[in-house]
């Protein structure tokens, strides 16, 4: 017998009772076993479909193993083939260095800035910029292209500089991130066109118009400076790009079943005028106190104009797709779309090609155009041109004024609509009525006060980010600018 406080392994054990009320004690018949020893043996991570299935494990001393080898030692000798699993590849020396299908940059450059960047622009900035629909394409592109990723980091920085003002670490990497997106996409703009580097390139473009929204930096001291000089502002001279691209990009857009061609439904201007008409209001009374400020001797300002340059080519493709089409007639909302069972294919296939008649019209930007000579005649009919069709805008920002704190319903139905053609303003703004800005001229000046002043009143800080600061310096600028020429601003 031996005490329960010293157990020990039998091979065979029975219980022998003890006294009554005692704990039974065990009793061992036959000798000790020894202690059993697990065999030596590592698991087979790598091993064959063959061994797995069989449960062959790496041992060092049996015959039968799975060493594996390709094939394996246990495959040979049972003279079957030897199979590795699919999610398993051999990377051999030969195969061990980059090809030409995967290319990977050992240094990216990559911070933790960037990640927290594009985190907001997903959780946060996208959901304040239009076109929604196609955004998480471009998204999808930007992992590809690295001036999207670019421009897509610099609009969140810039957004994120708005929400910290008091951290510097945004707007260094916004105006770093701006730069390269610039330098990058000029270089793509070279490559042949597809859909796919079509969605690329008119993605970075609409993200480009809202980094020339935000940026002051042609401003001497910025947000805070006392000094006007618009020769170098961008939003003035990237945008005709935008349309350049845009028109270039759309045939195939098209031609594709692209989700862009759905920014052709959209006609901001047309909804806005609708709802100010069915409340009896008549935007085009805004016309004519600007037109006679034109003819109005105080308001000249002499300067040489000249008719070249990509401003000007960009005005010679907008003019002729006007030509070609009825703006206001040629496609109608989706809405009507749907409900007065038009084609839309045929729509399209008529839009898609005019714009091609138009850009192979106009196949240069140096190219000469003595349609769009830089006469007085030519730049008074784009000065009207445009305050036709930023008039409703100026209309709403006077409701809005004279209504206080209550918000008129023509602006509250329309809030997308005069964002988008707040957004969309610099696009359209160029040939003979760019150069007036350019050249500071007092007429054009006048206008951009106003436009200026109806963005502060409509737009929503929180969403418009990227307007509001532009739109408070450069009112308060260009209306000292004026001041100091004896001007008067009123209409």
């Known amino acids: 017998m031996s005490s329960t406080s010293a157990p020990a392994l039998f091979a065979n054990t029975i219980l022998v009772p003890w006294e009554a009320g005692q704990v039974p004690t065990r009793q061992a018949i036959g000798a000790m076993d020894q202690l059993r020893k697990k065999r030596p043996h590592q698991k087979s991570r790598r091993g064959c479909v063959a061994c797995k299935r069989r449960r062959v494990k790496v041992r060092h001393y049996l015959t039968i193993q799975c060493d594996e080898g390709l094939p394996c ?42 990640l927290q960047l594009f985190h907001h ?70 490559r042949p066109l597809t859909k796919e580097n ?11 118009n809202y980094m020339s929204w935000f940026d002051l930096g042609f401003l001497d001291d910025g947000r805070t400076a006392t000094k006007l000089d618009l020769a170098e502002d961008q939003l003035f001279l ?11 990009a759309m045939p195939i857009f098209i031609n594709e079943g692209s989700v862009f061609t759905q920014i052709i439904y959209q006609n901001p201007r047309l909804i806005i005028e609708e709802s100010l008409a069915t409340r009896g209001e008549d935007p085009a009374r805004f016309v004519e ?3 006679r400020m034109w003819d109005d001797p105080r308001y000249h300002t002499s300067t040489e104009m000249t008719a070249c340059g990509p401003t000007s080519y960009a005005w010679r493709l907008l003019r002729g797709m006007e030509t070609e089409l ?29 714009v091609i008649k138009i850009t192979t019209k106009y196949t240069s930007v140096g190219q000469p155009d003595t349609s769009d ?66 050249k500071g001229d007092s007429r054009a000046l006048v206008f951009l006060f106003h436009f200026y002043r109806a ?7 929180e969403r418009c980010w990227w307007a509001i600061a532009r739109s408070r310096v450069m009112e308060k600028l260009i209306l000292k600018e004026l001041e100091s020429r004896e001007l008067d601003v009123s209409l």
């Open 198 to 208: 079509c969605e690329s390139l008119m993605g970075t473009a609409l993200l480009i």
């Open 238 to 248: 990237l945008t005709p790009g935008i349309l350049q691209v845009w028109l270039q």
């Open 455 to 461: 963005v502060r009143i409509l737009l929503a800080p």
């Open 326 to 354: 009825s703006c206001r007639r040629f496609l109608p909302s989706t809405a009507v779309l749907i409900s007065e069972g038009h084609d839309e294919k045929k729509k399209l296939v008529h839009f898609r090609d005019a």
């Open 73 to 114: 030692s246990s495959c040979v000798k049972r003279n079957i083939q030897c199979l590795l699993p699919s999610h398993q590849h051999v990377i051999t020396p030969g195969l061990s260095t980059p090809s030409a299908h995967f290319k990977m940059d050992l240094n990216p450059q990559i911070s933790l800035l960037h």
């Open 373 to 438: 000579t830089p006469s007085s005649q030519s730049a008074r009919s784009s000065f009207e041109n445009i305050i036709r069709r930023m008039s409703p805008l100026l209309c709403c920002a006077f409701l809005k004024s004279i209504s206080g704190t209550e918000v008129h319903p023509s602006i509250k139905l329309c809030g997308t609509d005069i964002e988008q053609l707040f957004y969309g303003f610099p696009i359209v703004c160029c040939g003979p009525f760019a150069r007036l800005i350019m």
């Open 121 to 190: 622009w997903d959780k946060e900035t996208r959901s304040t910029v239009i076109f929604p629909e196609i955004w998480p394409v471009v998204m999808q592109r930007a992992f590809d292209e690295d001036f999207i990723m670019s421009a897509i980091l610099s609009v969140a920085a810039m957004h994120l500089t708005t929400l910290c003002p008091e951290s510097t670490k945004y707007s260094h990497a916004s105006a770093q991130l701006m730069t390269k997106t610039i330098q990058l996409f000029r270089k793509s703009l070279s």
């Open 289 to 291: 106190p600007f037109m």
